[in-house]
């Protein structure tokens, strides 16, 4: 894709919103900013193609979604003789997920999300319209749909995660976010003030509910404020800021209605903080008190009804124990209480996990993340057998940030892997978190493993900017969908 | 002209640390630790969980020797850290507290070679 391309896909996107920031402006930032000029360059040159190899060997990826397409498209680049197999059910696997919680917010309609697995499907490589149903890395083969086996010199595992609605007492369903196959969720989720993002339906349906809270605010009389409650479980997740972006973008809608003091809002995330990174953590607490918010650390969302609207969390904290004359310290015991909590609105960030067939079997783990050395993104026990995306067991990395950087980093370990060579990458645990503070702004959260801020532009992280609303609503979608999909950046 | 080069100094980061083609930033700090990782485990690690990594159901302890170093990696990052997710907790509260206490002791070491340590215990 042509750079001016690009620039006029952007604008495009601009003009549908002169409220927030006219084509004029934009086009003056997009003038005057280096970083603008770098997004697009990144978007449009080659410069991160690998070198070419004419390693041989029969590749098979499980699961086509963003990082699996991906590591196909970069693998076809770089080797001269590919035999590339991509095995994914869901026409729409290579939707724009990080496009969810705008779509919540009223910002984006679900068309804007919405792309084909058969249109990025990159030259030359084979696709097989069926799921995994079992796999045998002893013999290097998986079989699809029940029957037919299909065998591998080199296996990809990307086939992303389950969000465990079922998990929470009072819902059921386990689903992907672009899956059809989501009444189960849909009977409890996405009406009557219950609401989930985490799902493309379900985003449609949460813009209803907010603008049903609007207006019920709007109504709203007496002292007593409504409740908008926004929950985050107590297992790993994709996108851990998107549970907060959606508070932000109510609290924005809610603020441009004039109604924001008829609402409380509450965040109650199983974990004792906001963030990982010390200086993000920091950030997001003086946005939320600098936002009135209120928030209950240590409380997981464990059953919810949603005829009365509760929503009932498991509580949990420590308290001194015995003294351990082997530790040298007194211990610790687990407590933990049931609150009820009423709401008028809950948005549900539901428990993931990874699918049954991957954590049943022999590439699986405990935990059913796919185990891998997460500097090299290699299987712990299996030396053809390679992860990235959501399914790994990979610490913080669930979003299509990082997995942007593990696939370039998976493509060169594994092609030099098949030319009987050292693995040359190292994984960082590079991950952004473009934490949508308002309809306008942007924290760009930049970090990785050593748990410290790794901004990519010479500004001070821990502030909310324009340029990075710039950034994530207008050019992240084109970078990925243009530069990512075709293997190039 | 200092405004000219800067501008074009900022572009070039920009440019590389998002198309990502100089590779990952190396991480300057080199951490030294107060005991070697065997002098650690021996010492401390053991008490609890046993010098082969057995656990030791008495005192609930769960056994170490029966995962691969890439999956006690994980553990053990999540132990260290609180959990690896932005407010998802950690599946491992009480050893978190105590990891704390034993990390103010002197008792601290890198993660991968502690999870290669304990992945050979059985094996001995």
Redesign the interface.
């Known amino acids: 894709m042509k750079k001016n391309e690009i620039l006029e896909e952007i604008l495009n996107e601009v003009d549908k919103h002169p409220e927030i920031m006219s084509r004029r402006e934009a086009l003056k930032y997009l003038s005057v900013s280096?970083?603008a000029?770098?997004?697009l360059?990144?978007a449009t040159?080659g410069?991160?193609t690998a070198s070419a190899s004419s390693a041989k060997g029969k590749i098979v990826i499980v699961g086509g979604g963003l990082a699996g397409m991906s590591t196909a498209a970069r693998l076809n680049n770089t080797l001269s003789d590919a035999d590339i197999t991509v095995i994914e059910p869901d026409p729409l696997s290579v939707s724009y997920q990080p496009g969810q919680t705008l779509v919540g917010a009223g910002i984006w309609d679900v068309s804007d999300i919405q792309y084909k697995r058969d249109d990025y499907l990159p030259s030359g490589v084979k696709l097989i319209k069926g799921s995994v149903t079992a796999f045998d890395p002893e013999n290097n083969s998986v079989t699809v749909d029940g029957s037919k086996e299909i065998s591998y010199d080199h296996m990809v595992i990307a086939t992303g995660l389950m969000l465990n609605y079922g998990a929470i007492k009072g819902l059921e369903g386990v689903i992907t976010s672009s899956g059809k196959d989501n009444a189960s969720v849909k009977q409890k989720v996405g009406k009557n003030g219950v609401h989930s993002i985490y799902f493309a339906e379900g985003a449609t349906a949460t813009w209803k509910g907010i603008e049903e809270l609007v207006a019920k605010a709007k109504a709203h009389k007496g002292p007593k404020k409504l409740q908008a409650v926004f929950t985050?479980?107590?297992?790993?997740?994709k996108c851990?800021?998107a549970?907060?972006k959606i508070m932000y973008l109510t609290n924005a809608r809610l603020e441009e209605a004039g109604v924001r003091d008829k609402v409380e809002l509450t965040f109650y995330?199983?974990?004792?903080?906001?963030?990982?990174v010390p200086e993000y953590h920091e950030a997001i607490l003086q946005q939320y008190k600098d936002r009135g918010f209120k928030w209950h650390y240590?409380h997981?969302l464990v059953e919810i009804d949603t005829d009365s609207k509760v929503a009932t969390f498991n509580h949990?904290w420590?308290e001194k124990g015995e003294w351990d004359e082997?530790?040298?310290?007194y211990?610790?015991e687990?407590k933990s209480e049931l609150v009820e909590v009423p709401y008028d609105f809950i948005h549900i960030t539901p428990p993931m996990k990874a699918p049954e067939v991957v954590a049943n079997s022999a590439i699986g783990?405990s935990?059913g993340w796919v185990?891998?050395?997460?500097e090299t993104l290699r299987h712990?026990?299996f030396d053809n057998v390679w992860c990235l995306g959501d399914v790994a067991?990979v610490?913080?990395g669930?979003t299509g940030g990082s997995a942007?950087?593990q696939y370039?980093v998976l493509v060169d370990n594994m092609v030099a892997s098949m030319e009987g060579k050292s693995l040359p990458?190292?994984?960082?645990g590079?991950t952004v978190?473009p934490l949508i503070t308002s309809i306008g702004t942007v924290m760009l959260a930049e970090f990785?493993?050593?748990?410290k801020p790794?901004p990519?532009?010479?500004l001070d992280p821990t502030k909310e900017r324009w340029i990075w609303w710039l950034l994530k609503v207008y050019a992240l979608k084109p970078m990925t969908i243009h530069g990512m999909l075709s293997g190039r950046? | 002209m200092i405004k000219q080069i800067s501008t074009i100094a900022l572009a070039t980061a920009a440019f590389i640390a998002l198309t990502g083609c100089s590779g990952e930033k190396k991480a300057t700090e080199v951490k030294t630790y107060k005991y070697s990782t065997t002098e650690v485990y021996e010492k401390s690690c053991s008490k609890c969980h046993g010098m082969n990594g057995e656990g030791n159901p008495l005192k609930k302890t769960p056994a170490l020797n029966d995962r691969t170093a890439g999956e006690m990696a994980q553990d053990l990052y999540d132990i260290k850290n609180g959990g690896t997710n932005q407010s998802s907790g950690t599946d491992h509260d009480i050893m978190e507290h105590n990891m704390q206490k034993l990390v103010d002791k002197g008792y601290d070491y890198d993660i991968n070679s502690m999870a290669e340590y304990m992945s050979k215990l059985s094996k001995k």
């Open positions: 280096p970083m000029a770098s997004i360059a990144g040159v410069a991160t985050h479980p107590n297992t790993p997740i851990g800021g549970p907060k995330p199983n974990g004792g903080k906001m963030f990982g240590a997981n949990h420590k082997d530790l040298e310290e211990g610790i687990l783990s935990k185990p891998v050395t997460k712990v026990k067991a610490p913080m669930k942007r950087k370039a990458s190292k994984y960082a590079y978190c990785n493993w050593t748990k790794t990519s532009f010479p950046a």
